[in-house]
């Protein structure tokens, strides 16, 4: 699919068909993800795929109850190694939010090219979500999205007009 199609295919799909996703799909979605850029490559991030329909329930739970979730084949979860990201972006944040950012998008977008379903998911509890998958302290989960075969077609959910966001020489 061309580039500028799969950016507008792309919506959050918040229905799923329970088909499982082949082995290689999901490989080449994971594969988008590891060879996102990051800040002075430092790479500080970590990926958990959940296939067990037990935990895909809990983690829909811990994020306030979305439950159609777990329909989904699978749940991405994308942690922060916040200990070895960059923390001097811009003399003044770390680079972790930044860098899982992109290769969250990077992944989702791979999806959509494979005729599949993604919904960036920031409504969860992140205690919760690290509780159930066994996440260290020191490591902060950021961004879920469910992955699998979309059961329903979303209207185009609109957009700020480009000369609202967008200004030239000045701010
Ligand atoms: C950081 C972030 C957090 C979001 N959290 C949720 C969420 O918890 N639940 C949900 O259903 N959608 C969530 N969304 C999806 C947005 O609602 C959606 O992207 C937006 O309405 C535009 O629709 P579209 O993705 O179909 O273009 C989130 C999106 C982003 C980028």
């Not at 950016?7 to 060879?35: F, T």
């Not at 979500?129 to 902060?140: A, N």
């Not at 059961?151 to 700020?160: C, F, I, L, M, V």
Request: hydrophobic content about 40%.
């Amino acid at each position: 699919m061309d580039f500028y199609e799969v950016i507008k295919k792309r919506k959050s799909i918040r229905k799923y068909k329970s088909d499982p996703i082949p082995d290689e799909v999901v490989n080449k979605i994971l594969e988008a993800g590891r060879i996102a850029p990051s800040a002075k490559n430092i790479q500080p991030w970590r990926f958990i795929v959940i296939k067990n329909p037990d935990i895909k329930k809990k983690i829909a739970e811990a994020c306030r109850g979305q439950l159609w979730i777990a329909d989904a084949d699978l749940i991405l979860v994308g942690c922060i190694l916040e200990k070895i990201a960059w923390g001097r972006m811009g003399g003044y944040m770390s680079s972790g939010p930044v860098d899982l950012g992109i290769a969250i998008d990077h992944m989702i977008l791979a999806a959509a090219n494979e005729g599949l379903g993604t919904c960036w998911i920031g409504a969860f509890v992140e205690q919760d979500v690290k509780d159930i998958l066994q996440v260290p302290e020191d490591v902060k989960v950021m961004a879920l999205t469910p992955i699998g075969y979309p059961a329903e077609e979303p209207k185009d959910r609109g957009r700020k007009d480009q000369k609202e966001i967008v200004s030239y020489d000045r701010y």
